[in-house]
């Protein structure tokens, strides 16, 4: 019903910037919020942010002040914008979209590698 696939992971220098796209297709009016998730090598997965259609965002407490996650209407997109980037931050972020039905959908994931 509903499809996301991520793209815009790489390889980033420490400290570097990195923006994350996530495209949402099939039954979009469907969609509550989306979200990014991520799991780092070794860990389970963890919640990175939200965002609602309307704009409302919660972030991992952790992650405040460095991670943006923010929507773009028109195309269905939602973008995660990261800075200060460490070593740590290493990991496969997944995005989420989740339905009004609270159904939950999501993409392959995307790589990020924060590595001199």
């Known amino acids: 019903q509903v499809q996301v696939v991520e793209s815009g992971g790489g390889l980033v220098q420490p400290g570097g910037s990195l923006r994350l796209s996530c495209a949402a297709s099939?039954?979009?009016?469907?969609?509550?919020?989306m979200g990014w998730y991520r799991r780092v090598p070794g860990k389970q997965r963890e919640l990175v942010a939200t965002?609602?259609?309307?704009?409302?965002?919660s972030y991992a407490e952790s992650l405040k002040g460095r991670f943006t996650i923010s929507r773009d209407n028109g195309l269905n997109t939602v973008y995660l914008q990261m800075s200060t980037l460490k070593p740590e931050d290493t990991a496969v972020y997944y995005c989420?979209?989740?339905?009004?039905?609270?159904?939950?959908?999501w993409g392959q994931g995307t790589q990020v590698i924060v590595s001199s």
């Open positions: 099939g039954s979009i009016f469907s969609i509550n919020a």
């Open positions: 989420n979209a989740r339905a009004w039905d609270r159904s939950d959908y």
């Open positions: 965002v609602t259609r309307g704009g409302s965002t």
